[in-house]
């Protein structure tokens, strides 16, 4: 009996030195798991419970060259639905089938998925604001509006093709928003609550909200004041002339920035949908390739006057057509020039006078100079779908493909080569790279990360040849084809363009591609403008008819937005009679007697106030009105 006694307190004793093990052990574990793994566990507690609703990162915003926005963000929120979470999903289904405008049955597809969140893509997302609203005021449960943006392109229409657009998803697909999506893109975050495995809502948990990250801001060179002109005057001559398309360029010639670029016919980026893809997908200022016509012997006569084959006081007849090879071309003028000098070759347009620079030169010094100011290739701009052109292989340039070369048939250009290359011209002969791209700023503290600078690529002609040039195309607007580009005040200087349109070997009649590429000032070039009309209607088909009159217009109103002012000195307009109205300097009247005042022979005076002593005049001494206008004038005493 003492022995069992023995052995039940030796078993009891073990029993409770191992419950006090146990309970030692529990304890450990209880302590390691709330105080060294509870962070861990509850970390995976509340992922296996969470569900997340990604909210999109917002892209960056694309700023003018003053640092004015052309594209930002709008509110826009999508759709996300918990299915286990909606007890009456006939309903919601209806309900969100009219708000959507969709489908019944799709919507109710996506409510009776086995999943534990879905989002309603494509019909959810980016939601309207009204849209939005009557999802928030029914207030479903399981109907959940997450954050999100879409793009806001703030002018519509204009400079579409250089921004181009992005899909569903934010992603850039064409443009800016493309070639440098990786930078506008921002990070995604996200939306958090929490449910337990039948999706029900635990409600002691409260949900997260990771923000999204805001991309990188692009600055462009373009100055939207400038970008609206262009696109306006566009407009204008689209309703005045409906051609089958049109271009215009503005760009500086000292640094190869952009200031505007359009494309017509244009389309809206935020309803790129609506559009055929032949719209949205040419931006013809540097996809476009053709004959540029006479714009071309800018590039011919720049190369004659650096290898010295000729002389602008040097005296050159056109019977009105050369013949070369036993082939007659023909001038534009019928009857020809006459005699002339080659300053007035290139201010008449004179196609024999080019030919005869083109064989002075050969081919094979003419073609280097087409070359050098970047014809047959890519200028490399910053914008996708460029296209290179087409030069005369050198070995098949005969005689007649060397004469026609020289005023511009043969060849196929773009605008933006073009303009680059008239630019050379006129700047001192230095070829630069064209850019849209100006710098690319952190969002929020705006300091700068990249800075564009401008790229020269070579020295085509000297600083003496290119003042030459200018020379020549300031009498071309004064007194030849492009009179009417002439601006009082400012030295506009510009070359004409009448392209004949090729289609099967065949050239069109009655079918042509107008143009005018004006620059100024011309003694210190700040802007050069390139407009370019296909088949322009109900009008002459001459690029000095109906090209020249629309850059004017537009220089006339850019060079103040640019700063530039008006000058006293300029070479006098060369007046056609009944065609060309004459300007007169006025006068200084102030302090002068009523009765010494010169006669209104050109001008009529109208006077105020009482006296014989002039006060005050308007316009000012100095400044040139038209022919016909009045003088204001302010009468005192003595």
Not at 62 to 86: F, T
Not at 300 to 320: I, S
Not at 352 to 370: H, S
Not at 605 to 634: C, L, M, N, T
Request: charged share 25%; hydrophobic share 40%.
């Amino acid at each position: 009996m003492d022995d069992y006694l023995v052995i039940m307190e030796k078993r009891l004793r073990f029993l409770m030195l191992m419950f006090v093990v146990l309970v030692i052990v529990l304890v450990f574990r209880l302590a390691f798991v709330q105080f060294v793994s509870g962070e861990e566990i509850t970390a995976k507690a509340l992922e296996l419970w969470s569900r997340n609703i990604p909210v999109e990162g917002q892209r960056g915003t694309i700023y003018d060259r003053k640092g004015r926005p052309i594209v930002n963000n709008k509110l826009a929120p999508s759709l996300a639905v918990i299915p286990r979470q909606i007890s009456n999903k006939e309903e919601v289904a209806e309900f969100l089938s009219d708000v959507l405008d969709t489908e019944y049955e799709e919507i109710l597809r996506h409510l009776n998925k086995n999943v534990s969140v879905e989002l309603i893509k494509p019909e959810g997302r980016k939601l309207t604001i009204e849209q939005a609203k009557k999802i928030i005021d029914r207030n479903y449960k399981g109907v959940y509006l997450v954050g999100d943006t879409k793009r806001n392109y703030l002018y519509g229409t204009y400079l579409a093709h250089v921004l181009g657009f992005v899909g569903i998803d934010n992603q850039g697909i064409t443009g800016i928003e493309y070639i440098y999506d990786d930078i506008l893109m921002g990070e995604a975050g996200r939306s958090s609550f929490f449910t337990d495995a039948k999706g029900y809502a635990l409600e002691h948990l409260y949900g997260t909200y990771s923000a999204p990250t805001k991309g990188m801001d692009i600055y462009l060179t373009i100055d939207i004041d400038l970008q609206i002109l262009l696109e306006r005057v566009l407009e204008n001559t689209q309703a005045k002339y409906s051609p089958d398309q049109m271009l215009g360029l503005m760009m500086n010639p000292k640094t190869g920035e952009i200031y505007a670029m359009a494309s017509y016919p244009s389309y809206n980026p935020e309803e790129y949908q609506k559009y055929d893809q032949e719209i949205y997908n040419r931006n013809l200022p540097i996809w476009m390739s053709y004959e540029p016509g006479s714009t071309f012997k800018i590039v011919t006569y720049a190369a004659g006057l650096e290898e010295g084959v000729f002389r602008m006081d040097e005296h050159f007849y056109d019977p009105g057509y050369a013949i070369v090879e036993g082939v007659r071309i023909k001038d534009w003028k019928a009857g020809g020039h006459g005699h002339q000098t080659f300053l007035e070759v290139i201010q008449n347009s004179c196609n024999p006078g080019f030919i005869a620079i083109g064989q002075r030169l050969g081919k094979e010094r003419l073609f280097k100079y087409i070359y050098d100011f970047g014809f047959g290739k890519k200028t490399g701009i910053d914008l996708l779908g460029e296209s290179s052109g087409i030069v005369f292989n050198l070995d098949n340039v005969g005689p007649v493909e060397l004469a026609t070369a020289s005023f511009g048939q043969g060849n196929a250009v773009t605008p933006i080569q073009l303009v680059t290359a008239t630019s050379a011209a006129i700047n001192g002969g230095k070829l630069y790279k064209p850019y849209v791209l100006k710098e690319i700023r952190l969002p929020i503290t705006n300091d700068i990360v990249y800075k564009q600078q401008p790229q020269f690529v070579r020295q085509v002609i000297s600083e003496d040849t290119s003042a030459k040039v200018r020379y020549a195309l300031e009498h071309v607007v004064a007194k030849g084809t492009g009179r009417n580009a002439f601006i009082e005040g400012y030295r506009v200087g510009g070359k004409t363009g009448t392209a004949q349109k090729a289609v099967d070997g065949k050239y069109l009649e009655n079918n042509y591609i107008v143009s005018f590429i004006g620059a100024a000032p011309m003694n210190d070039p700040e802007l050069v403008v390139y407009v370019a009309i296909d088949n322009p209607k109900n009008v002459i088909q001459y690029g000095g008819v109906v090209a020249a009159p629309v850059v004017k217009e537009i220089l006339e109103e850019a060079l103040p937005i640019l700063g530039v002012e008006r000058q006293s000195e300029q070479i006098e307009k060369e007046l056609r009679w009944g065609m060309d109205i004459r300007y007169y300097l006025v006068p200084n009247l102030i302090g002068k007697k009523k009765s010494e005042l010169p006669p209104q022979v050109y001008y009529r005076y109208q006077y105020f106030g009482e006296g014989d002593i002039v006060k005050f005049q308007s316009p000012a001494p100095g400044d040139k009105i038209p022919e016909g206008s009045i003088i204001y004038i302010y009468l005192d005493k003595e």
